[in-house]
């Protein structure tokens, strides 16, 4: 993110503007909006324009320096370079931002696309790459917001002191949360804004008697690590969470999702290095949750594979405490769609195993003769430092060097890597992996052109 999204009080604020054309007006009908006091100078002023004043002061020549004076907003949009690099060095050495209207890289700021809802307002931006994109989002938005989001909004603000009779946190966004979902807009449906006044005065009377809410614990499967991976319950759950508790694997993308008032906290385990001890991870969502917070403990992949979830649950019903599991796509499903694979195939394997590499025991024995087996598919979790071990173990029971192997790290992230390797070849290409890694034996990548050699890997 190179420019950093603010909303800026502009009330009273003195703002130039130079350039009279059709430029200047496209950010004159975006300022109007504002209680700024704004300044057109320029030699040729549009008729369009002079019918602004007297809420827009018009000066009939070039910008000058003594037009400048507190100025907070400078825009050059005269659409000649000269002059405008001219108003923007004038604009500078007053000590405003700067706008060179089509200029990115002479500008303090940019101006983004508007849905206006006031006081709810969305600005849309592209960095400058893309306006025609920043366009149709804002068209979407404006089919989307009702008009009536507006006076929701201006009414709910004005009833902010009174909501604060409830204690903050969950109580007091359940109460807004209904207001805005339900009451709000069913109330301006019925009667406008005096009927929404009095469902606002009702409303607060519910929940004033409601009983403090319960804390709570969700296991929360995030996925493999696209957000868009995650199911829909999940980024519901996510996203009213008072506190999150994630795993290392947890992708930051999808940390975005929560929301910026929770408390996010680490617990990440990291196989041969750094982790969090287990019995920390059920203190913390014992505290939190005995708090009457709602808890999210969020586990990369599936929640139930290999996510010591019994553990968990089991200290969660020691302490009295609720839970519930919402399940999601595991790593080896999502490993197996990146090489174009079926897990189970009707003549290659009737069954399909997922094993985990080591145990809090250190390498995790396994049925290596099941494992070994012709044709048996199996996903091997957290196995790049126990490859050498798995190979040798599958080769003493039988299996055949040339079996397939396809290695995928940072399964349907943007920087996922898919390995094409044999038994015999395992540990050499696990060794070259840095991410996660789902190894995936008795399966070899059909998107070939996506696979990466040993000697390209060590290249």
């Known amino acids: 993110m190179q420019h950093f999204p603010i909303f800026l009080d502009l009330a009273r604020a003195h703002v130039v503007i130079g350039g009279g054309g059709e430029t200047a007006l496209a950010k004159l009908r975006l300022l109007l909006k504002t209680q700024a006091n704004i300044t057109v100078c320029a030699a040729h002023i549009e008729p369009e324009i002079k019918a602004l004043a007297p809420r827009v002061t018009l000066v009939n020549r070039p910008v000058l320096a003594c037009d400048l004076g507190g100025a907070r907003l400078v825009y050059a949009a005269t659409g000649d370079a000269g002059e405008d690099a001219r108003i923007a060095r004038l604009g500078h050495d007053a000590g405003a931002l700067v706008n060179v209207v089509d200029n990115l890289d002479a500008s303090d700021f940019i101006t983004p696309a508007?849905?206006?809802?006031?006081?709810?307002?969305?600005?849309?931006?592209?960095?400058?790459?893309?306006?025609?994109?920043?366009?149709?989002?804002?068209?979407?938005?404006?089919?989307?917001?009702?008009?009536?989001?507006?006076?929701?909004?201006?009414?709910?603000?004005?009833?902010?002191?009174?909501?604060?009779?409830?204690?903050?946190?969950?109580?007091?966004?359940?109460?807004?949360?209904?207001?805005?979902?339900?009451?709000?807009?069913?109330?301006?449906?019925?009667?406008?804004?005096?009927?929404?006044?009095?469902?606002?005065?009702?409303?607060?009377?519910?929940?004033?008697?409601?009983?403090?809410?319960?804390?709570?614990?969700?296991?929360?499967?995030?996925?493999?690590?696209?957000?868009?991976?995650?199911?829909?319950?999940?980024?519901?759950?996510?996203?009213?969470?008072?506190?999150?508790?994630?795993?290392?694997?947890?992708?930051?993308?999808?940390?975005?999702?929560?929301?910026?008032?929770?408390?996010?906290?680490?617990?990440?385990?990291q196989g041969f290095g750094p982790s969090t001890p287990q019995p920390d991870i059920h203190d913390l969502m014992i505290e939190h949750a005995g708090q009457g917070a709602h808890v999210v403990r969020l586990k990369g992949g599936d929640a139930s594979v290999f996510g010591r979830l019994d553990e968990e649950t089991e200290a969660l019903d020691s302490a009295g405490i609720t839970w519930q599991v919402v399940p999601g796509v595991t790593s080896a499903s999502s490993a197996a769609a990146s090489i174009g694979q079926s897990l189970t195939s009707r003549g290659r394997n009737r069954s399909l195993r997922l094993v985990t590499a080591h145990d809090m025991k250190g390498y995790a024995d396994q049925d290596w003769a099941g494992l070994a087996a012709p044709g048996a598919v199996t996903a091997i979790y957290m196995g790049k430092r126990a490859a050498r071990f798995v190979q040798g173990r599958l080769l003493m029971h039988g299996a055949a060097p040339d079996t397939p192997v396809a290695l995928v790290e940072n399964a349907s992230r943007p920087d996922q890597q898919i390995v094409s390797a044999t038994l015999a070849s395992l540990p050499q290409m696990a060794a070259q992996l840095e991410g996660p890694a789902v190894i995936l034996l008795g399966l070899a990548p059909r998107q070939v052109h996506q696979t990466l050699s040993l000697q390209e890997l060590a290249q």
């Open 114 to 269: 508007i849905v206006d809802r006031d006081p709810v307002v969305v600005a849309i931006g592209t960095e400058g790459a893309a306006p025609v994109l920043a366009r149709k989002i804002k068209a979407q938005l404006e089919n989307t917001l009702p008009a009536s989001l507006g006076p929701l909004a201006r009414i709910g603000k004005a009833f902010r002191k009174m909501a604060d009779a409830l204690p903050q946190g969950a109580r007091r966004r359940a109460f807004w949360a209904a207001y805005y979902n339900e009451a709000g807009p069913r109330a301006y449906a019925q009667g406008g804004e005096h009927s929404v006044s009095q469902a606002l005065d009702k409303l607060l009377a519910q929940h004033l008697v409601q009983p403090a809410p319960q804390g709570h614990v969700d296991f929360v499967s995030a996925g493999p690590g696209d957000p868009e991976l995650m199911t829909l319950k999940a980024r519901k759950l996510l996203d009213r969470a008072d506190v999150v508790i994630h795993d290392r694997l947890v992708t930051p993308e999808i940390l975005e999702l929560a929301r910026r008032e929770a408390l996010i906290i680490s617990v990440g385990k």
